[in-house]
C-alpha cells in the first residue's frame, strides 16, 4: 500500500515534522516545497479525486501525530501563539516589536507557534528562535534580513539563512503554515514546521494548540477571522479551555477599528477578564502569567424528556 503512494512528492505516511531544510531542498530546480504545491494544484486543489483526498488526509493525520508528540515536551499553558499580517514587511516597525515581544516570551519559558509563514509570523519565530541572543542580535539579524524586505526580493531566503547559520543556537518555536496558501514561502526561522494540506485543520488547530494564549498582532483579513473564531473557542468553551487573548497594537484594534471593543463587548463572563489591549512587550508577559488558560467545566448532557403520545 505504502508503495502505491510512492509517486507523489510528498510521504503520504510522515513520521516528524518538516524542517525548512527539508522543504527547501533542490531538485530540478526547484525545491521539494514548490514541487508539492504545483503537484497540489495539479491534482485539484479544490477537488481532487478520491485517492488524493485520502492521501492528503492520511498526510495531515500523521502530521497531527507528529505535532502532538513534540508539543507533550511544554505544558498546555507555555504554549502562545503569534497571528498578524503576512504582508508586513521586514523593514516595518511591528516587525520589530513583535520579534521582540516573541523573544520575551521565548526566554521566560513560553513555546511560540505561528501559522509559519512570512510578515508577522516570521517576525515571532524569528524572535523565539533567537531566545538564547542578545537585544542587539536580535536587532542586528532584523537589520541584515531588512535588506530583503519581502518575499518577493530575490535574496529573501539567502538573507534568512544567513542568519540561521550565523546564530546556531535555536530555541525551539514552531511554524504551522499549509500549502493552501503555497504562494506564501514557509519561514525559514520555524524550527520544526507543521505544514498541511487542508487549511481549515490547520487554523482550528494552530488556535486550539495556543492555549496559553494568542497574541493578535497587526494585520487584515485573515487574522480577523482568527480572532473572532479564538472569541468563539472562547465564549463555548469548545476545546475545554479558556485562554487569554492579547491585542498587540492599541492602533490597529482600537483606533484604525475597533476589534478590540468589539470583542470585548461580545465577551462573556467566562472569558471576558481574558482579554487585553497594549503596545508593550512587558504587558503581554504580564498578562500571560497573571492570566493562565483554565479548564471549563464540562456540561452533563440533560436526558431528553418522553415524547408525548
Known amino acids: 500500500m505504502i508503495e502505491r503512494f510512492a509517486d507523489r512528492p510528498y510521504e503520504v505516511f510522515r513520521c516528524s515534522l518538516y524542517t525548512f531544510e527539508e522543504l527547501n531542498e533542490v531538485r530540478d530546480q526547484k525545491t521539494r516545497d514548490e514541487r508539492i504545491y504545483e503537484y497540489f494544484l495539479s491534482e485539484g486543489k479544490f477537488s481532487p479525486n478520491v485517492i488524493e483526498a485520502i492521501t492528503r488526509r492520511l498526510h495531515d493525520d500523521a502530521i497531527d501525530d507528529a505535532l502532538g508528540t513534540l508539543l507533550h515536551r511544554w505544558p498546555r499553558e507555555c504554549r502562545v501563539g503569534f ?12 516587525y520589530q516589536h513583535v520579534a521582540a515581544c516573541a523573544q520575551l516570551l521565548a526566554r521566560n519559558g513560553y513555546l511560540v507557534i505561528t501559522g509559519g509563514g512570512p510578515g508577522m509570523m516570521e517576525a515571532a519565530n524569528l524572535g523565539a528562535r533567537l531566545a538564547a541572543y542578545s537585544e542587539k542580535d536580535l536587532s542586528d539579524a532584523i537589520n541584515h534580513i531588512g535588506g530583503a524586505p519581502g518575499p518577493a526580493d530575490p535574496c529573501y531566503v539567502e538573507r534568512a539563512l544567513d ?21 506564501e514561502p514557509t519561514n525559514a526561522f520555524a524550527t520544526d514546521i507543521a505544514k498541511y494540506f487542508e487549511n481549515s485543520i490547520r487554523e482550528a488547530g ?44 492599541r492602533a490597529q484594534y482600537s483606533v484604525d477599528t475597533h476589534v478590540y471593543q468589539l470583542v470585548t463587548d461580545l465577551a462573556n463572563a467566562q472569558y471576558k477578564n481574558m482579554i487585553t489591549l497594549t503596545d508593550e512587550a512587558s504587558d503581554v508577559l504580564a498578562f500571560l502569567k497573571a492570566h493562565p488558560a483554565f479548564k471549563v467545566a464540562e456540561v452533563e448532557p440533560q436526558p431528553r424528556p418522553p415524547c408525548p403520545r
Open 83 to 94: 497571528m498578524g499580517g503576512s504582508s508586513v514587511k521586514r523593514t516595518d516597525l511591528w
Open 206 to 249: 494552530l488556535i486550539a494548540l495556543s492555549q496559553g494564549g494568542v497574541v493578535f498582532c497587526p494585520g487584515s483579513a485573515g487574522t480577523r477571522q482568527e480572532i473572532f473564531m479564538d472569541a468563539a473557542e472562547n465564549h463555548y468553551g469548545t476545546t475545554g479551555f479558556v485562554s487569554p487573548m492579547v491585542f498587540f497594537g
Open 163 to 183: 542568519i540561521v547559520a550565523r546564530y546556531p543556537k535555536a530555541t525551539a518555536t514552531i511554524g504551522i503554515p499549509t500549502w493552501f496558501y503555497g504562494h
